[in-house]
T-cell receptor, first 112, second 117 residues
Framework: DAKTTQPTSMDCAEGRAANLPCNHSTISGNEYVYWYRQIHSQGPQYIIHGLKNNETNEMASLIITEDRKSSTLILPHATLRDTAVYYCIVRSHSGSARQLTFGSGTQLTVLP | GAVVSQHPSRVICKSGTSVKIECRSLDFQATTMFWYRQFPKQSLMLMATSNEGSKATYEQGVEKDKFLINHASLTLSTLTVASAHPEDSSFYIC?????????????FGPGTRLTVL
């Protein structure tokens, strides 16, 4: 699976959009971009994933650049409960029972 | 949605004790489950892959005789930390992929905090 690079930490004001970047310059054509988050002392939680088109669900939006070498997770209206470590993971769907490889992630702190 | 549970959520034990952690997929079957370990302020590290009906596969550096894995059924995997020592204190998390699901996502348990005195 391709390696990802994320900023170590970010702050965001409550109610504002949180934009979390991820670089995955070595991504291959069959690899998807997945985002998970981990609230302190809990298991990780799936947020969203995409291949090349932008995606949106009830939690977030995912913007993937045209060359697919980077992406941005957008939380449109951050709340205090969104404070967590956000992990950007690249993986292929083939053999979808494969494990996830977690990098260091981005610690997002939503400030009141 | 799919849920993965873990039991216990927290355990404190004396050095030399064996500790068993259960991981259950509650509304789907999982032929494969994963066990991760997370030390404070670090990321999740894969320890082993639990396979229903066959032996677990371990990541490099993980002692199979110390971290015993049994995938007893399609909804249950157990991790036993044999003769636990203080350095085994960590947050243990299991996950189960729902193969063929709409997002090919993995569902994670809430984790088990192990403290070895």
């Amino acid at each position: 699976d391709a390696k990802t690079t994320q900023p170590t930490s970010m702050d965001c004001a409550e109610g504002r959009a949180a934009n979390l970047p991820c670089n995955h310059s070595t991504i291959s054509g069959n690899e998807y971009v997945y985002w998970y988050r981990q609230i302190h002392s809990q298991g990780p939680q799936y947020i969203i994933h995409g291949l090349k088109n932008n995606e949106t669900n009830e939690m977030a939006s995912l913007i993937i650049t045209e060359d697919r070498k980077s992406s941005t997770l957008i939380l449109p209206h951050a709340t205090l409960r969104d404070t967590a470590v956000y992990y950007c993971i690249v993986r292929s769907h083939s053999g979808s029972a494969r494990q996830l490889t977690f990098g260091s992630g981005t610690q997002l702190t939503v400030l009141p | 949605g799919a849920v993965v549970s873990q039991h216990p959520s927290r355990v404190i034990c004396k050095s030399g004790t064996s500790v068993k952690i259960e991981c259950r997929s509650l509304d789907f079957q999982a032929t494969t489950m994963f066990w991760y370990r997370q030390f404070p302020k670090q990321s999740l590290m894969l320890m082993a892959t639990s396979n229903e009906g066959s032996k677990a596969t371990y990541e490099q550096g993980v002692e199979k005789d110390k971290f015993l894995i049994n995938h007893a059924s399609l909804t249950l995997s157990t991790l036993t930390v044999a003769s636990a020592h203080p350095e085994d204190s960590s947050f243990y998390i299991c996950s189960a992929p729902r193969v063929g699901g709409p997002n090919n996502e993995q569902f994670f348990g809430p984790g088990t905090r192990l403290t070895v005195l």
